[in-house]
């Protein structure tokens, strides 16, 4: 299984400016003084290996979008598999053309975590949903998805209507405590703590790889006791992308009851459910590449202070990463 991130921020999109480039030069400038580089292979190799990602990268800013590619046996019907509609849609639609024209069959199957803004805005700029040979299937555990994603195309607030659209597009509204066969990969979906719901997934494809994708949730420290569920939802998977959208700090100061949770609940999880790996994701607007690195490596800590038998590794996604299982 490979799971490709096109879209890892949370809420809103954010953009580089101008002053954050430059101090992300200036830093690495300061890296590199004294070395001087044969061609730029060798000095992109440099920012790539050596410099700290927040100097020499960037988590990006495109909001959720999650691509993933099943392995084995019974992948046969080579279908697009998506979680989410945020606004890194627009790189996977772009990629996603390509890729057809190279033969890939143009199947798009969709699950989508819930209907909120930062989660469906990539829609209207999805390229393959112009194209008449495609076939859309949205999967969703709220029945309301069609109206979400057709009032956001109104003439109100945008100029292309929903009908305009030349693909076959179907919504399919799944059910919780049933395991579906969908584009070569078992689906499980589980309802969790948000405004008007969300919903997390489970894939398992013909190999056994499991990755769990649940964002847009709210696990509270106080009700651990009563999230045996989600330990069941997430147990032994290869990997768990879970919404981490708060240090634990503001999580249980001002951001209570917010909706999201924090990168040590997440880990305290993913612990009791043996899972394999962790992926921070649905990054605060308002987190520079730098905060958004030190959380990464708190995290990273305190994995390694409370992991009991289990290894847990904890990846931080950005726009771009792509895991293989
Ligand atoms: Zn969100
Ligand atoms: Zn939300």
């Not at 003084?33 to 990602?53: C, I, N, Y």
């Not at 929903?162 to 049933?178: C, S």
Request: aromatic share 10%; proline share 2%; glycine share 6%.
């Amino acid at each position: 299984m490979l799971v490709r991130f096109w879209g890892t921020r949370g809420s809103l999109p954010v953009a580089q400016t101008a002053a954050i480039v430059q101090d992300k030069i200036a830093s690495a400038l300061l890296a590199a003084s004294g070395r001087s580089f044969a061609d730029f292979e060798e000095a992109r190799e440099f920012a790539r290996d050596s410099l700290d990602f927040a100097i020499g990268g960037s988590y990006g800013g495109a909001t959720t979008c999650v691509e993933i590619e099943a392995r084995g046996a019974k992948q046969v019907d080579d279908a697009f598999i998506v979680c989410d509609m945020g606004s890194g849609l627009r790189s996977f639609g772009l990629d996603a053309m390509r890729r057809c024209a190279a033969g890939h069959a143009r199947v798009y199957h969709f699950f989508m975590s819930h209907l909120h803004w930062d989660h469906i805005m990539g829609f209207p700029f999805f390229v393959p949903a112009f194209d008449p040979n495609a076939h859309i299937i949205i999967h969703s555990g709220h029945a309301d998805a069609e109206t979400a994603l057709r009032r956001q195309q109104e003439e109100i607030s945008f100029p292309v209507a929903f009908d305009w659209l030349r693909a076959k597009i179907e919504f399919v509204t799944l059910e919780t405590d049933t395991a579906y066969d969908i584009g070569g990969v078992q689906v499980e979906l589980m309802e969790q703590h948000h405004s008007h719901s969300s919903f997390g997934y489970r894939f398992t494809d013909a190999d056994g790889k499991v990755t769990v994708f649940s964002t847009d949730s709210e696990h509270k420290m106080e009700t651990m006791a009563g999230e045996a569920d989600v330990e069941h939802f997430f147990r032994e998977a290869d990997l768990v992308i879970c919404d981490t959208m708060y240090s634990l700090a503001d999580s249980v100061s001002m951001k209570e009851d917010w909706g999201h949770s924090s990168n040590i609940v997440a880990i305290d999880l993913c612990h009791a459910a043996k899972a394999k790996q962790l992926a921070l994701f649905h990054h605060e607007p308002t987190y520079s590449d730098a905060d958004i690195a030190r959380m990464h490596a708190e995290s990273i800590r305190y994995a390694e202070l409370t992991r009991e038998n289990v290894t847990l590794d904890v990846l931080c996604a950005y726009d771009g990463l792509e895991v293989v299982l």
